[in-house]
């Protein structure tokens, strides 16, 4: 395992270990033991530069079933992380764009499978852009790896529609989704926005935007600026996100897991794509 990230803007966090910087990171590219690994919303933003020896991991097409609404299994997930020459024992860093949505998303997958040391980059994608930081053009090829094949445990970090009672259940939207009402995004000036036919949020769920949690440039903000806007949760209660598909739930996930220390928090990746979807299930505006 290589050494943490000795930021002192990190050490606050319930799990500093989980960070690290932009710093720290371009000082070590290209180490024994170290990949790194892009995970975009927008796939094409790592042909036009990307962090020098990342590996691109599309969310769609690499760690979702393609048959299945679901995450890919046991099988291909080690096929996934053999193809890109990952080991078991590497450290990973993971990033993208959105403000780390997918980057978040995927370091999920990847705690589902139990990888040991999977951290993510502050800022992401364009933090990395706007330092001005090195970018290259080049795909690293990597000899084929022995990844073994893991179980996947959903239990400790995945909700399922079923599990949603007794929760204390957050939608990390922005507020005029969990609002449904309409967005500069919506076509015709309706409130016809994903691809759900209803638009609300689930009876009884907060509204705590995923955007609580960094500044403008990506980056997430300090311990006690985190605390307060979190302040209404329980961090001893069972607690479960959900977004549109997820993404932003991971990313509040990785805050109120990691940064906050909460005990027991989830990410329902059916998300408001299958409760809005669902034919008599309840939504509230």
Same mark, same amino acid.
């Given at each position: 395992?290589?050494?943490?990230? +000795?930021?002192?803007?990190?050490?606050?966090?319930?799990? $500093?270990?989980?960070?690290?910087?932009?710093?720290? !990171?371009?000082?070590?590219? @290209?180490?024994?033991?170290?990949?790194?690994?892009?995970?975009?919303?927008?796939?094409?933003?790592?042909?036009?530069?990307?962090? $020098?020896?990342?590996?691109?991991?599309?969310?769609?097409?690499? =760690? !979702?079933?393609?048959?299945?609404?679901?995450?890919?299994?046991?099988?291909?997930?080690?096929?996934?992380?053999?193809?890109?020459?990952?080991?078991?024992?590497?450290?990973?860093?993971?990033?993208?764009?959105?403000?780390?949505?997918?980057?978040?998303?995927? !370091?999920?997958?990847?705690? =589902?499978?139990?990888?040991?040391?999977?951290? *993510? *980059?502050?800022?992401?994608?364009?933090?990395?852009?706007?330092?001005?930081?090195?970018?290259?053009?080049?795909?690293?090829?990597?000899?084929?790896?022995?990844?073994?094949?893991?179980?996947?445990?959903?239990?400790?970090?995945?909700?399922?529609?079923?599990?949603? &009672?007794?929760?204390? !259940?957050?939608?990390?939207?922005?507020?005029?989704?969990?609002?449904?009402?309409?967005?500069?995004?919506?076509?015709?000036?309706?409130?016809?926005?994903?691809?759900?036919?209803?638009?609300?949020?689930? +009876? @009884?769920?907060?509204? *705590?935007?995923?955007?609580?949690?960094?500044?403008?440039? &990506?980056?997430?903000?300090?311990?006690?600026?985190?605390?307060?806007?979190?302040?209404?949760?329980?961090?001893?209660?069972?607690?479960?996100?959900?977004?549109?598909? &997820?993404?932003?739930?991971?990313?509040?996930?990785?805050? =109120?897991?990691?940064?906050?220390?909460?005990?027991?928090?989830?990410?329902?990746?059916?998300?408001?794509?299958?409760?809005?979807?669902?034919?008599?299930?309840?939504?509230?505006?």
């Amino acid at each position: 395992m290589i050494e943490t990230d +000795p930021n002192p803007s990190f050490q606050d966090y319930a799990v $500093p270990s989980r960070m690290v910087s932009a710093p720290w !990171l371009s000082a070590r590219l @290209g180490i024994p033991g170290l990949r790194v690994i892009e995970v975009d919303e927008d796939n094409l933003l790592y042909d036009i530069g990307h962090i $020098p020896t990342a590996t691109r991991i599309n969310f769609h097409t690499d =760690l !979702l079933d393609k048959l299945t609404r679901d995450i890919i299994g046991p099988e291909d997930f080690a096929a996934l992380m053999r193809s890109k020459g990952i080991h078991r024992d590497d450290t990973i860093v993971v990033y993208g764009d959105k403000n780390n949505w997918w980057a978040t998303y995927a !370091l999920w997958v990847f705690e =589902l499978y139990g990888h040991p040391d999977v951290r *993510l *980059l502050d800022g992401g994608r364009d933090a990395w852009m706007n330092e001005e930081r090195d970018t290259s053009y080049t795909v690293p090829e990597h000899p084929e790896s022995e990844y073994p094949v893991t179980e996947r445990d959903d239990a400790d970090h995945r909700a399922f529609v079923a599990e949603l &009672g007794d929760a204390s !259940l957050v939608d990390t939207r922005p507020t005029e989704e969990y609002q449904g009402i309409a967005t500069e995004f919506s076509p015709k000036g309706d409130s016809s926005y994903g691809t759900t036919i209803r638009h609300g949020h689930i +009876p @009884g769920a907060v509204n *705590l935007p995923w955007s609580l949690a960094v500044h403008s440039n &990506g980056a997430f903000r300090s311990r006690a600026s985190l605390d307060e806007a979190y302040a209404e949760l329980d961090p001893k209660k069972d607690t479960i996100l959900y977004s549109h598909l &997820g993404s932003q739930a991971a990313h509040t996930w990785f805050v =109120l897991k990691f940064l906050l220390g909460f005990e027991k928090v989830r990410n329902y990746d059916g998300s408001w794509a299958e409760w809005g979807n669902m034919i008599r299930m309840p939504i509230e505006r």
